[in-house]
């Protein structure tokens, strides 16, 4: 691994959460014998080996004693400190399935047996090794995988890239979506991947090609090369929720894709985003005849990799054996037009989206870019109670989690959702690619983007509705 790329992936191991106090030098109460074998492999394989283990995000793997060994000093720190695993929300608000933290018992357990030697034990007691995408799916076997058609090379030292891939499905009937994995080719230059699902009729309306931006859309944003990004002289609204009139900030549709009209989004993949796995009678759909869109973002910023690199990224689908009671849409709530000025340490960002339906809402997940700081999700009820559901204090753009609520949240029509984001673009953050730019919207790395994605269920009318109480 090249310098620079070590310095990159360590932008994953930034602080998450609000600073605590330590003491490194603390020994642990745990006074048993504690070894790598029986005790510490099964805590690394479930939370930290996703990232952890050859050729991916991590700066070393945990996935042997002899590759964890020689780190054991610096794993008692980050574990103490509670900067690993990754957990950034405030812990006042939600319920997540998919919370991360260890528990006070595996921590005691990891510091003990730091202090104790870091001592292997009996290879016997060795529990199995997780498999992920270099040696299966943890979705299980997929009924089927849609690939990009052929290799793509990424030049190093070239600007960010935002391409698109379309992939025929060839399915005769609609299919349901139960689960699904995106497996990108090359985690060394692949920063995020969307997988786009375009119906025939769309496909049809736009001429064989993905759909295009709306007249409207085309007046605000440019193309510059691959990616596209908000003309300078574009209207300026920081506070989207209070938008003047025809100043709209694409928030009008159930279920929109956040993309500009690029199609219904599947699935997709961020450094510690997670994979897609929803719960029984919940799906989403895939028309007959579709075809699957793959936004790739790939990342060449600031020198991350010297040599050319080839990417082919996949797909796994499993399909609901029949139609679901509840169907799964995905959101985007965002603001296109806000400016961040140069030097604004702490800019404030807003969008909110009024839902015409009942909807029960079923996971989070904040994005911006590298001056993002903080993102709040806020619902007001109809009879105008405020409640907050998410708020992350310490945004990660290197480590962009998929919040998962342990039980799905009843939101009626008529309530409205406010995301609220600060951002830094001043000379203090140090993630900061130029604070004396002024930063509109863009797809690269350097410019800024502000989305509150959301997944959410809806009755899709194939069954009768499941019992409105859930989560209420």
Request: hydrophobic share 35%.
């Amino acid at each position: 691994m090249t310098p620079k790329r070590f310095a990159l992936v360590l932008l994953v191991f930034a602080a998450a959460i609000a600073s605590v106090t330590f003491d490194i030098s603390a020994n642990s109460k745990t006074k048993r014998p504690v070894t790598y074998t029986k005790d510490i492999a099964p805590i690394f394989y479930k939370n930290c080996a996703e990232c952890h283990r050859a050729n991916d995000i991590a700066p070393m793997s945990l996935m042997s004693y002899k590759e964890s060994r020689p780190w054991a000093k610096s794993i008692k720190e980050k574990v103490l400190s509670r900067e690993m695993p990754p957990w950034s929300p405030d812990p006042q608000y939600g319920e997540f399935a998919n919370d991360c933290r260890l528990s006070q018992a595996d921590i005691e357990t990891v510091v003990a047996w730091v202090d104790q030697g870091a001592k292997e034990g009996n290879p016997k007691d060795l529990p199995p090794a997780p498999a992920f995408a270099d040696g299966g799916w943890r979705i299980g076997k997929p009924d089927m995988i849609v690939s990009m058609p052929q290799e793509q090379i990424v030049n190093p030292k070239t600007s960010d890239q935002i391409l698109y891939f379309n992939v025929p499905t060839n399915l005769k009937e609609d299919k349901w979506v139960q689960a699904a994995e995106i497996h990108p080719g090359n985690k060394k230059v692949v920063h995020h991947v969307i997988a786009f699902v375009i119906s025939p009729e769309t496909l049809a309306k736009s001429g064989g090609q993905r759909a295009r931006l709306s007249d409207k859309r085309a007046e605000i944003f440019y193309r510059d090369g691959t990616l596209s990004r908000v003309k300078t002289e574009a209207p300026v609204v920081d506070d989207g929720c209070n938008a003047p009139k025809g100043l709209a900030v694409d928030n009008d549709d159930e279920g929109s894709s956040a993309e500009g009209g690029r199609g219904t989004f599947l699935a997709g993949y961020a450094p510690g985003r997670g994979i897609d796995v929803w719960q029984p009678d919940t799906a989403k759909r895939i028309p007959a005849g579709a075809v699957v869109v793959f936004q790739l973002h790939y990342s060449s910023f600031k020198g991350a990799f010297e040599q050319p690199e080839k990417d082919r990224t996949s797909v796994g689908l499993k399909f609901s054996k029949e139609p679901p009671k509840k169907e799964i849409k995905t959101e985007g709530i965002s603001n296109f037009l806000f400016k961040i000025p140069s030097g604004a340490a702490n800019h404030q960002v807003t969008s909110c989206k009024v839902f015409k339906q009942d909807v029960q809402i079923i996971s989070y997940m904040p994005h911006m870019h590298l001056r993002g700081k903080d993102m709040k999700y806020e619902v007001v009820y109809p009879d105008g109670k405020r409640e907050t559901l998410l708020w992350v204090p310490k945004f990660n753009f290197n480590w962009q989690t998929m919040y998962e609520l342990k039980k799905p949240l009843w939101i009626p029509k008529g309530s409205r959702m406010v995301i609220t984001a600060h951002f830094d673009n001043s000379e203090k953050n140090k993630y900061n690619p130029n604070a004396k730019q002024d930063i509109r919207w863009g797809d690269p790395t350097y410019d800024e983007m502000m989305i509150g994605w959301m997944d959410y269920l809806v009755n899709n009318n194939v069954k009768p509705d499941i019992a409105k109480s859930a989560g209420k």
